[in-house]
C-alpha cells in the first residue's frame, strides 16, 4: 500500500511543480511582452528610486520619457543609460517642477509630443518631511502636498484623456507604508500619501470601464536621501540621514519589485519588512493598541531631541 501511493504521489507532485514552473514562466513572458517597448513615463527619474526605476525599466526594453526639475541631472542619466550594455530607445527627458501647477499641463503636451502616447505612467516624485505638528506653518504643509499629491493628482489628469482615447493605459503611484498607517513627526508627509492612497483607490474603481490599469506601491523604508533632502518644520532642509533610512532596503532592490509589480499589473502591493507590514494590520484590527504605541514612539522621539 505505501508503495502504490509513494508511486501515485510522486507523479502528482512533480506534475504540479511542473505546472507550477510553467504558470511561472508564461508569467514571466506576458510581463516581458507587457514592458518591451512601452513608453514609460517617470516623475523624479534624477535621484533615489526614480533613478533606479529608469533603470530596470530601460534594461526591460521600455521607451523612457524622464522627469524632473534638474535638467542636467537628467540628461546626465540619459547618457549613462545609453552607454550601458542594454541599449534600447535613447530615453527622451522634460523638465519641470510638479509642486508647480502652472508647468504640468504644458509638461504632459511635452511628453505626449516624445512618442505620440504614454503606456504606463509612475508617479515617483516626491518629498519628505520632519517635525512638530505645532511648529509646522501652514505653507509647509502646502508644498509637501503640493509635490506628493496635487502634482501627481494634476499630471496624472492631464495624461488620462490619452489613455481614455486608446483604451490602453497603466498608472502607477509610488506612495509609502505612511499612506497606510500615520507615524509622529511625520504629519505632513503621511497626509500627502494617505490623500494619495485615496485618490488612486477611486481612480483605479473609475479607470475600470477603460481598461486602464492603476497599480498603488507603498514601499517602507528605502536607502536614498529621501530623508537629507526632507522639509523641516519651518520650510529648511533636514539635512539628516535616518537611521531607519540608512537601513532600510536598497532602492535597486526596490525598484526590480516595483518593474515586478507593474508588469503583473498588481493592484495594491506593500513592500515593506515584518513590522511595517504588522503595524498596518495592526492599525485596523487592534487600534487601540496601535495608538499606544505610536504614543509611545512620539514619547521617545521628544525625549531624544530634548536630551
Request: charged share 20%; aromatic share 8%; with cysteine.
Amino acid at each position: 500500500m505505501d508503495f502504490i501511493t509513494s508511486t501515485a504521489i510522486l507523479p502528482l507532485l512533480f506534475g504540479c511543480l511542473g505546472v507550477f514552473g510553467l504558470f511561472r514562466l508564461l508569467q514571466w513572458i506576458r510581463m516581458k511582452a507587457y514592458l518591451r517597448k512601452a513608453v514609460v513615463v517617470i516623475t523624479g527619474a534624477t535621484s533615489g528610486l526614480g533613478k533606479e526605476c529608469a533603470k530596470v525599466f530601460y534594461a526591460a526594453g521600455a521607451k523612457l520619457v524622464l522627469c524632473g526639475r534638474n535638467g542636467e541631472a537628467l540628461e546626465e542619466l540619459t547618457r549613462e543609460l545609453t552607454t550601458s550594455a542594454t541599449k534600447t530607445h535613447k530615453p527622451y527627458t522634460v523638465t519641470f517642477d510638479l509642486a508647480d501647477p502652472g508647468a504640468i499641463v504644458a509638461a504632459a503636451a511635452e511628453i505626449l509630443q516624445c512618442f505620440g502616447h504614454v503606456d504606463i505612467l509612475v508617479n515617483n516624485a516626491g518629498i519628505s518631511y520632519r517635525g512638530a505638528i505645532m511648529d509646522t506653518t501652514l505653507d509647509v504643509d502646502k508644498r509637501v502636498m503640493e509635490t506628493n499629491y496635487f502634482g501627481p493628482v494634476a499630471l496624472t489628469k492631464a495624461l488620462l484623456p490619452s489613455m481614455i482615447g486608446r483604451r490602453q493605459g497603466h498608472v502607477v503611484a509610488i506612495s509609502s507604508v505612511q499612506g497606510k498607517i500615520s507615524v509622529p513627526f511625520r504629519s505632513a508627509y503621511a497626509a500627502s500619501k494617505h490623500a494619495t492612497q485615496a485618490f488612486f483607490d477611486c481612480l483605479r474603481a473609475e479607470m475600470e470601464q477603460y481598461e486602464i490599469e492603476v497599480t498603488v506601491i507603498s514601499p517602507g523604508y528605502i536607502h536614498t536621501n529621501l530623508s537629507l533632502n526632507a522639509v523641516t518644520a519651518d520650510g529648511s532642509r533636514y539635512g539628516v540621514m535616518d537611521k531607519t533610512t540608512a537601513q532600510g532596503r536598497s532602492p535597486v532592490e526596490v525598484a526590480r519589485d516595483v518593474l515586478a509589480a507593474v508588469g503583473k499589473k498588481k493592484k495594491d502591493v506593500i513592500l515593506a519588512d515584518l513590522l511595517p507590514s504588522l503595524a498596518i494590520y495592526l492599525r485596523t484590527l487592534a487600534p487601540g493598541l496601535f495608538f499606544s504605541l505610536m504614543a509611545s514612539r512620539a514619547r521617545k522621539e521628544r525625549k531624544a531631541k530634548n536630551s
